[in-house]
Structures are given as C-alpha cells and as structure tokens.
C-alpha cells in the first residue's frame, strides 16, 4: 500500500469527498482522482497541508501502510478528528472498538 492507498484510506476514514479532501489539499478534485488512482503522486506541499488539517505525520502519508491501524493502536486521526473535544485516551479506545464494530456489520 502506498500513498494513493494510504490518501484514499483517508479520506474514507474522515468520511469526505474527492471535492472535500482537494478543499484541504488546495488543489482540484481530478488531481485527488489521480492520487488515489496512481497517476500521479501528490506534491509535498499538498501532503503537508493534509498531513497538518488531520495531525498526521507526513510519512502516515508517504509510506507504505502509513494508514493502517494495528489492533489495539490508538491513531493520531481519531483524536484529530474530534478536534476541540477533550476526550480521555480510554474514550478514544471506546470510539475506536465502536467505528470497528460498525465496520463489520458492512455487507
């Protein structure tokens, strides 16, 4: 898995749009069609506007499985995503078990 799996990982993972994600990344929605393809790669200027709106590290990004949680591992995005709240480690944990369990209730 490289940066076109790790950025549409993203994305899905944040619940946006091709649109939404180009928004942060100040570029078009084609150019975040092509990333997630592999046409093209995004440039670092792009990596870091993302990697800074979701407090990730760049190589989340860059490198292969940058995006994948491990079980039991509490991600930099979850805590990103709820930005402004002021969540306990442990009721991190609890939304993380939660967004899994509703993952496999998928078809």
């Known amino acids: 898995m490289g940066i076109s799996d790790n950025i549409k990982i993203l994305r899905e993972r944040y619940g946006l749009t091709q649109q939404e994600l180009a928004e942060i990344a100040e570029v ?3 150019a975040v069609s092509a990333w997630e393809s592999g046409i093209s790669e995004p440039r670092m200027g792009a990596i870091e506007k993302i990697a800074k709106k979701f407090n990730l590290k760049k190589s989340n990004i860059i490198e292969d499985n940058g995006m994948v949680i491990s079980d039991g591992e509490l991600p930099y995005t979850i ?13 991190l944990q609890e939304i993380l078990k939660y967004a899994k369990y509703i993952k496999s209730k998928r078809k």
């Open 79 to 91: 805590a990103a995503h709820f930005d402004g709240d002021d969540y306990t480690e442990e009721e």
């Open 28 to 30: 078009t929605n084609k």
